[in-house]
């Protein structure tokens, strides 16, 4: 067998699930690649890795091509503090205006949309940007971003009292909808499962573990997400206390109601059915 190819979101939201890996914690004999979700959605989709997080709508448009690992994903039940909206007035306030979405990202751009229709019921047009809160607010008046890029342009805001509202859109969701949101999920392409069932069951177990592991040490997370990013160290403490790895059946209702969303706002071409590995 070849060697594996894991995906890792560079973002601290996948730093609990592969702090262990990374340190030579636990046994991995697999190259890991870096990069932001849509790129990493990419490479997956095109066959350039086995294993990866990819992005909640992603998967719901690619169900043929993969499986689920079980009791993995990347979530949070209400604000999430990584996913964040940057406007210069209120969301329904936005009607006909032009928002820039980053182009790291899938799954919170679809969410975006979902919300700005169903719920702040305002339409807007959206224009796909590289990640700059500066730049884009420079061209619009709305910016999404995600991940570390979104915590720093908020730790922005404040420290430079920009006269921004800033939204949660997980908080959003919550408060729309009443359910926790999935923003990834850890899949595995369906031909390497099916030739490899103990591998997959060895790094779905591994994976697992490590999660626990990176749980279990907090103040390492911490530690290393500082250097990395230079965020406050209460910020972090707060971000690794919200954010989940969790794919119970709350999360599973969850994400099919973002699913159902996003097929009646047609971004969806079919309603979705989870498959996950070793429940087929």
Not at 80 to 106: C, D, N, Q
Not at 201 to 219: K, T, Y
Request: net charge negative.
């Amino acid at each position: 067998m070849t060697r594996l190819r894991l995906g890792q979101v560079e973002y601290l939201n996948c730093l609990p699930v592969y702090h262990a890996l990374e340190e030579g914690l636990l046994p991995l004999d697999a190259e890991l690649i870096k990069g932001p979700p849509t790129r990493l959605n990419r490479m997956f989709l095109e066959g350039g890795l086995d294993i990866t997080p990819i992005s909640s709508i992603e998967y719901a448009r690619h169900t043929g091509q993969c499986l689920i690992l079980p009791g993995l994903s990347i979530a949070a039940d209400g604000r999430v503090a990584s996913i964040l909206f940057f406007s210069r007035r209120p969301v329904t306030e936005l009607e006909g205006k032009k928002v820039l979405v980053t182009t790291s990202s899938a799954t919170s751009v679809v969410l975006l949309r979902v919300l700005m229709e169903h719920y702040f019921h305002v339409d807007v047009e959206f224009c796909p940007c590289a990640p700059d809160l500066n730049g884009m607010m420079s061209r619009g008046d709305g910016a999404l971003l995600i991940g570390d890029d979104a915590m720093l342009a908020h730790r922005q805001v404040i420290e430079q009292e920009l006269p921004l509202i800033v939204t949660d859109l997980g908080q959003a969701w919550k408060d729309f909808t009443g359910e926790k949101m999935v923003y990834a999920l850890w899949v595995i392409r369906r031909e390497f499962a099916a030739a490899h069932p103990g591998e997959t069951a060895a790094i779905a177990a591994l994976f697992q573990r490590s999660r626990e592991m990176g749980m279990a040490d907090v103040p390492a997370l911490i530690k290393k997400a500082f250097r990395r990013t230079g965020l406050p160290r209460p910020v972090l403490d707060d971000y690794f206390t919200i954010i989940r790895h969790d794919f119970d059946q709350d999360y599973r209702h969850a994400l099919l109601t973002y699913y159902d969303y996003a097929y009646k706002s047609g971004l969806l071409e079919e309603r979705v059915k989870l498959q996950v590995w070793g429940e087929e």
